[in-house]
């Protein structure tokens, strides 16, 4: 194996009951020097993980029986391994990045197995080097945070409110936000957005801009802020709403 390897103990869990699927996976995963386990149903994947704690899960959302949402939510209950979703419609992806199920990616099939594996070197990248990378966004506010209004985003704590109501955001979300509380007003593209809030930019798809933005407005109107925060530039993109 070349030094680029993963560590051996670096175990990865495949929850897929697609055989050809999960055999494509399996097989690229294995290439790039990852330990590969696969699960066909929900509750084999839950035996299969106490199993073998593995350091990565890769998890289908529509599995016969359990769900990969119920999966999902059961191994966050014990674990904070990272959690990265196969979804195959456009209904999961809003699911996927709406509900806090603690979920760290998402691909949408059909992918490459390059696109995946890359994936899941980000996240593990990610979740490796936690607080010593700069990752996001121009923030250019100190240590007090950022404040747009009623928006209050702080980068260190990576905690973000509205008139004082926490907000529950996923990473994305919160870099959305944190990059809108930066510079209110300014028209970004979704190419843009990409760029500064994803890890990964080559790899995703300007959809996946839309559902987190989707997402980010509708725990905002939860938090009881008003509809036009964040505008829509038809064809453009999207900026934060300078009065808000
Ligand atoms: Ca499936």
């Known amino acids: 194996m070349s030094s ?3 560590p051996p103990s670096c175990r990865v869990l ?3 009951d697609e055989p050809s699927i999960a055999e494509n996976i399996e097989y690229s995963l294995r290439t790039e020097g990852f330990e590969v386990a696969v ?16 350091a990565f899960l890769i998890l289908d959302v529509g599995l016969p029986g359990m769900s990969g949402f119920d999966v999902c939510r059961e191994i966050r209950h014990r674990s904070a391994v990272p959690i990265l979703f196969l979804t195959a419609r456009e209904g999961e992806i809003d699911r996927v ?5 603690g ?11 390059r696109e995946l594996t890359a994936r899941v070197r980000a996240i593990l990248r990610r979740s490796a080097g936690t607080a010593t990378s700069s990752t996001s966004a121009p923030a250019d ?3 007090a945070g950022l404040r747009v209004g009623k928006l209050a985003v702080d980068p260190e704590r990576r905690r973000a409110s509205w008139d004082g109501v926490t907000l529950n955001l996923s990473r994305y979300e919160f870099g959305l936000a944190e990059v809108f509380a930066a510079h209110p007003g300014r ?3 979704r190419d843009q957005l990409m760029d500064l809030v994803w890890d990964e930019p080559e790899a995703s798809l300007d959809r996946t801009v839309d559902a987190h933005i989707k997402s980010l407005r509708a725990k905002l109107r939860e938090a009881g802020a008003p509809d036009d925060l964040i505008v829509t530039h038809r064809g453009v993109g999207y900026s934060w709403k300078e009065t808000g």
């Open 14 to 16: 495949v929850v897929e």
């Open 4 to 6: 680029a390897s993963p």
């Open 103 to 113: 979920a760290d990616d998402y691909v949408v099939k059909p992918f490459s197995p």
């Open 187 to 189: 028209v970004y593209t």
């Open 97 to 101: 990045v709406g509900l806090e199920l």
């Open 39 to 54: 699960a066909g149903t929900g509750e084999e994947a839950l035996e299969r993980f106490a199993e073998i704690a593995p």
């Open 141 to 143: 506010a100190g240590s």
